[in-house]
């Protein structure tokens, strides 16, 4: 928890495994960078 990633310059074939504890939600995911900055209480400077 807590932790933004990103993954790429993949090439073209290459398969990322992500492995989790529970199931996939949707919902549960933070998509927009500034979004996770407000949850996790920093403001980016």
Do not use: C, N
């Not at 807590?2 to 989790?20: C, D, H, N, R, S």
């Not at 529970?22 to 403001?43: E, K, N, Q, T």
């Amino acid at each position: 928890p807590g932790i933004w990633g990103i993954q790429y310059k993949f090439q073209p074939e290459t398969v990322l495994l992500g492995m989790a504890s529970h199931p996939y939600d949707a919902a549960d995911y933070i998509r927009d960078y500034s979004d996770f900055l407000a949850v996790v209480g920093r403001d980016g400077s």
